[in-house]
Structures are given as structure tokens and as C-alpha cells.
């Protein structure tokens, strides 16, 4: 994970894992993990020299042939942006659907609704999913507050590239898993 991602993820009101977004126990490692990273082996995707899971991250730090793998990934993908600045929707702040107060980050949303709506049977449309490219603004979830806790438990921006191409993401996934096995 990059610095950004695991900043987010261990926030100090409730600390999270990178991946499922369950809430961490303090004091508990993976010692098995931990271990099964050091006895892996495996080979850079760049200038493919083998080594152990654990040296990999320093390593492609420093491989310019893994630099340049990485991207011709993002060049394949990135087109140029199709919005105009001036119409580029807010995907950083929301309202509450239930009572229009405003300026929440996501989580700030989900907690709101969770403390002062978690009894409301209302049918509301999503503003998270509204301002993404893919979300229909008229669309009313039979359940938001399950809605909430199921989708939003992670922030959209930290995995997806709202300029990229998804047929070409999609393809160029395909390629480097049949090239990297």
C-alpha cells in the first residue's frame, strides 16, 4: 500500500485494514504472514531478478525497469480528461439525504446517518454514489443505512481513476496477468 492509503486506513478514531476495512485489534500480528513473506520468493516485474516478498518493496524502489513497467500500466490506461473543470461533479463533500446538512467527507457521512438517521425508512438517493460517473442521481436505495455500511466503507478516490478508460483498464489487466504469470 502507498503512504496515503495507510494513513487513511489508520486513522486514530478507529483504525482499519487496507483491504476488508475490518477494524484492527491493537497488539495482534500475522505472524504467519509475516513469515510466509519472508520464505516466498518471487521475481521483479521489471528487470525480473528473484528474491524474497520482503526485499520487494525496497527493491522496486530503486529499479528503473520496474519504474518503467509500472508506467507503460498507467500510460495504457490515462486518457485525457473529458470534463471541463468548471463541470467536474464534488466527490469530496456530501449532503445528508435525510435532513440536507452539509459539507460531509464520506465517512463523516456515514457516521452522521449512522448517530442521527439509523431509524429512518425513508428511501433517499445516494449523494456518494450520485456524484460518481456511474451513479444514476434518481436512484433510491430500499435501504440506505445497510447501503452506507456495505459500499462505503472505503473511499472510492483511494482505488479508482476517474480519467482511465475502463475497457482499457480492463484489457490491460488482462495482458500483464497472462504476462506476469
Known sequence: FCT???????KPKKPVCGVCRSTLLPGSRALDLEKQIETTETACNGCNKKMYL??????VASCSKYQNYIMEGVKAVTKEPLHNSRNFPNRFTFPCPYCSERNFDQEGLVEHCKTLHSMDAKQVVCPICASMPWGDPNYRSANFMEHLQRRHRFSYDTFVDYDADEDDMMAQVLMRSLRDK
Open 54 to 59: 520482503s526485499k520487494m518493496r525496497s527493491h
Open 4 to 10: 496515503p492509503c495507510l494513513q487513511e486506513c489508520l
